[in-house]
């Protein structure tokens, strides 16, 4: 679930590497920059390639693919249950895009 808010995972990775590097505001500044400018070069590559691989998203498939049946999923914090794959909704959120490549993950 932390890892799903981009901006606290940013901040922790900018707070853990204040702590370990010793850098002055120029080179922090410098560093993130070239950090920005190295994550957008990424994110216009994966959305180039997500328009070559554009694939269904997995909920699309459980809710259209499997209408009818029953399946066993996460439900949250707790135990697993059983509901009907119409019902299905994802725990953490779902874009409206082909899931691969991620652009989180680039």
Wanted: net charge negative.
């Amino acid at each position: 679930e932390f890892f799903d808010n981009k901006i606290a995972v940013g901040g922790a990775v900018l707070f853990s590497l204040g702590a370990v590097l010793p850098w002055n505001y120029e080179q922090f500044v410098f560093w993130t920059t070239g950090f920005v400018i190295t994550e957008y070069e990424a994110v216009i590559h994966a959305w180039r390639e997500k328009r070559i691989w554009d694939l269904v998203r997995p909920t699309t498939l459980i809710k259209r693919g499997q209408a009818g049946d029953s399946i066993f999923t996460y439900a949250g914090p707790g135990a697993p249950k059983q509901i009907d794959a119409e019902d299905f909704e994802s725990y953490i959120r779902v874009m409206p895009h082909s899931e691969y490549p991620s652009g989180s993950g680039c």
